[in-house]
C-alpha cells in the first residue's frame, strides 16, 4: 500500500475528509457540513489562546495576554467569514435537507459552549446542565477562573480597587454588572498614559467582546435569510431566540463605562 504523504499523514487528513457523511442528496448538505467543521475547530482554537491569556493574567503578565488574545480576534474574523460562505446557500437550498437535521443544533455544541464559559457567559440553566449531563470538557472549565475573572483578579493585584464580592465569586457564578468596576475602568480610561498596561488590557479584551458579538449578528442575518420567522433546529426560537442573546455583552462593565467617561 502506497504511504501517505507526510502532511497528509501528520494532520490525518484522510481520516478528515472521511468525517463528511451527508443524509441526503441535496446540493448544499455537505457544504453545511464542512461549514460547521470548521467553526467546531475555529472554536478551539479561540477557546486556545483565550486559556493561554488567561494563564498570562494569572503571572500579571499582561503583554504575553494581550498577543494571546490578538491571535485569538484574528481567528474569530474568520469565524464571522464562516457565516459569510454559508449565506451563499439560498434558502430553498437549505429546506432541501433542513428536515434531516432532525433535533440537531448548533446550541448543542460542547466546543461553543466552552468557549462562552471561558469567557465568562455562564447562566445558572447551563451551568446545572453541565453538571447533571454535561461534556467534561465544559465541567472542567467550569472549575476554572473564567477570563474576565482572571483580569479583574490582576487589575486587583495591581491595586485597583475591585469590589471584593468580585474576587470572591465561585468560577461557576456568572459575572454580574458592577458599579465598582465599571469605576476601575472609568479611572484607566480618563488617563490611560498613567494606567497603560491596563488600558492596553482593556482595548484587547473588548476586541474579543466586540468580535463574538460580530459573531452573534451574522448568524442572526443568516438565520433570517434562511429560516425567516420560522423555529430553529434544537427546539430553539429561532431568530427571536438569537435576538434575545445579541443583547448580551461579554465584559459588561467594559461597555458600560463609556457612557461616564
Not at 485597583?160 to 457564578?173: G, H, K
Request: some cysteine; glycine content about 6%; hydrophobic content about 40%.
Amino acid at each position: 500500500m502506497t504511504q501517505a504523504p507526510e502532511y497528509v499523514a501528520y494532520a490525518r487528513m484522510d481520516e478528515l475528509h472521511e468525517l463528511q457523511n451527508p443524509r441526503s442528496d441535496a446540493r448544499g448538505e455537505l457544504n453545511f457540513i464542512l461549514l460547521s467543521h470548521v467553526k467546531e475547530l475555529l472554536f478551539r482554537a479561540v477557546t486556545d489562546d483565550l486559556d493561554t491569556a488567561r494563564a498570562a493574567l494569572g503571572r500579571d503578565d499582561v503583554p504575553d495576554a494581550c498577543l494571546a488574545l490578538a491571535r485569538a480576534v484574528r481567528t474569530q474574523r474568520v469565524l464571522v467569514s464562516c457565516w459569510e460562505s454559508m449565506n451563499g446557500m439560498s434558502a430553498d437550498e437549505f429546506v432541501a435537507f433542513r428536515h434531516v437535521l432532525n433535533d440537531a443544533s448548533g446550541v448543542q455544541s460542547f466546543a461553543y459552549r466552552t468557549l462562552e464559559f471561558v469567557m465568562g457567559n455562564r447562566p445558572r440553566d447551563k451551568v446545572e446542565a453541565t453538571y447533571v449531563d454535561g461534556h467534561p470538557l465544559l465541567r472542567a472549565e467550569l472549575a476554572k477562573p473564567s477570563l474576565y475573572d482572571a483580569a479583574l483578579a490582576h487589575l486587583a493585584r495591581q491595586g485597583y480597587a475591585v469590589p471584593t464580592d468580585c474576587l470572591e465569586e465561585t468560577p461557576a457564578r456568572q459575572h454580574e454588572l458592577s458599579a465598582g468596576v465599571e469605576g476601575v475602568w472609568l479611572e484607566v480610561y480618563r488617563d490611560p498614559a498613567k494606567h497603560h498596561a491596563a488600558h492596553r488590557l482593556g482595548e484587547a479584551l473588548l476586541e474579543v467582546a466586540y468580535q463574538f458579538s460580530h459573531w452573534r449578528a451574522t448568524h442572526l442575518l443568516v438565520v433570517e435569510r434562511m429560516l425567516g420567522g420560522k423555529n430553529g433546529t434544537g427546539g430553539s426560537d429561532g431568530a427571536p431566540w438569537l435576538r434575545a442573546i445579541n443583547e448580551h455583552r461579554f465584559f459588561p462593565e467594559l461597555w458600560t463605562f463609556r457612557t461616564q467617561l
